[in-house]
C-alpha cells in the first residue's frame, strides 16, 4: 500500500482501513472511537 497518511499513522493498517470504513458510513469521532478502541486525543 502506498499511502502518505498511513505511513505516518502509529497504528496498524487494519485499524486504519476501520477508521476509514467508519468515517465513510458518516459515523461522529466519538462513535468511531468507541468502535475502534482508539482513544479521542
Do not use: V, W
Not at 493498517?13 to 482508539?38: M, V, Y
Request: hydrophobic letters at 35%; a positive charge.
Amino acid at each position: 500500500m502506498n499511502n502518505k497518511y498511513y505511513k505516518r499513522s502509529r497504528i496498524s493498517e487494519a485499524k486504519f482501513r476501520h477508521l476509514i470504513r467508519c468515517f465513510s458510513l458518516d459515523l461522529t469521532a466519538t462513535e468511531t472511537a468507541e468502535l475502534t478502541g482508539i482513544s479521542l486525543r
